[in-house]
């Protein structure tokens, strides 16, 4: 499989990459397949730093069509990210739009939770559209580049974690401001990538997510692009970031701080020295524990784990509260895939969960509505 390298910056363009760490023969995609484990691609993953930005990002980038072979599911499923969408909606509805062009709205979640608060004309541009029931929006088929032209006017664009997913996020915001007129606003929400790699969440950075996007490069790029940051809110304390920015040709840039390089690398050792740590103390208790053991999360949570030298063979399966993944195998592995509700007749069942900002929500699920004999890893 062919796949694009990295050589530069994607926040400055310097040729300053260093190697940090590589993943061998990690799984190409996030999802659950129904076919057999010989089909399944995988890639080194090799993140580097930048030394004068101190970015994080991914060395060798999966072609998009690999990547994504369907439509795109994060933020479908779970009590979370519903909340997600409404306090989103809640956050863009403060700001009294008229009409919103959403890049890769995907499902039109957002679209569907801001009805609550007012019907407007709203246009969504994504390359894969699964609109769920209730959705009002106008789908466009495609991506947002220098080429795109909308032909009505709109009054605000919008993104939901798509960001993160950008490639060239410093051409990406080129493309935005080219695109937005003085005053026009740009309302998004991203991952809290920060807190999300200082508490050693396995979803932060992957192969999706090949940017430590965090909120000191979300400011520059804003500020470089002449757009003047309004407001900021976050969303709990370790999961999403609200912007609302105006574009203003009056911005002037802000500079990067030099220590950004050193404390990134730290950050980034101590994730992984944490990590392989980890694994080594669950592998050691999997051949002790008796009763039946499940891993929860078919997705990138799972990989990483596995990634890290988790011993699979300990392992009867995995959880997923997605009915959609139920029967089908994780990708990149021999892991099939169960409704938690498995657990329900087994006696003391033991169930290892790293699923970040989602381990007490389905922590709580299983333990109040499942089996409340469940021991957790």
């Not at 699964?130 to 909308?150: H, M, N, Q, Y």
């Not at 979803?203 to 003047?228: M, P, Q, W």
């Not at 499940?294 to 990138?300: I, M, N, Q, R, S």
Request: with cysteine; net charge negative; glycine share 6%.
């Amino acid at each position: 499989m062919s796949h694009l390298e990295r050589n530069q910056c994607a926040i400055s363009g310097a040729n300053d990459l260093e190697h940090l760490y590589t993943f061998k023969d990690f799984p190409v995609f996030m999802g659950c397949v129904d076919r057999s484990e010989d089909k399944d691609l995988k890639a080194d993953m090799s993140w580097c730093i930048s030394k004068g930005s101190g970015l994080i990002q991914l060395k060798n980038l999966i072609p998009l069509d690999v990547l994504y072979p369907e439509s795109h599911g994060a933020g479908a499923v779970g009590s979370l990210w519903d909340e997600h969408h409404k306090t989103f909606a809640k956050f863009l509805a403060n700001n009294k739009p008229s009409s919103v062009l959403e890049i890769g709205g995907g499902h039109g979640r957002l679209e569907t939770a801001y009805q609550e608060f007012d019907l407007i004309p709203w246009t969504i541009l994504e390359p894969n559209p699964s609109p769920v029931p209730g959705c009002k929006a106008t789908f466009i088929r495609g991506f947002f580049d220098e080429k795109f032209k909308l032909d009505s006017e709109v009054d605000a664009i919008v993104h939901s974690h798509l960001f993160e997913h950008i490639y060239e996020p410093d051409i990406f915001m080129k493309h935005l401001s080219d695109f937005m007129k003085d005053k026009q606003q740009l309302v998004f929400s991203l991952p809290n990538m920060r807190v999300m790699l200082e508490r050693k969440y396995t979803n932060c950075i992957n192969f999706e997510h090949t940017i430590f996007l965090s909120e000191v490069y979300v400011d520059y790029l804003l500020a470089k692009h002449g757009f003047r940051v309004d407001s900021k809110e976050y969303f709990k304390d370790d999961h999403s970031i609200f912007y609302r920015a105006i574009r203003d040709q009056g911005v002037t840039s802000i500079p990067l701080n030099s220590d950004l390089y050193l404390k990134n690398k730290t950050l980034y050792s101590e994730y992984i020295d944490f990590h392989i740590n980890l694994i080594k103390e669950i592998n050691q208790r999997l051949n002790e524990i008796k009763q039946p053991i499940y891993l929860f999360g078919a997705h990138v949570f799972a990989q990483y784990l596995v990634a890290f030298g988790l011993n699979t063979s300990r392992i009867a399966g995995l959880l997923d509260n997605d009915k959609s993944k139920h029967g089908k195998r994780l990708y990149g592995t021999n892991l099939k895939v169960f409704s938690p509700s498995v657990l329900k007749e087994l006696d003391t069942p033991h169930v290892v969960l790293k699923a970040g900002v989602y381990n007490d929500e389905i922590r709580n699920d299983i333990l109040e509505n499942i089996n409340n004999s469940t021991v957790f890893l």
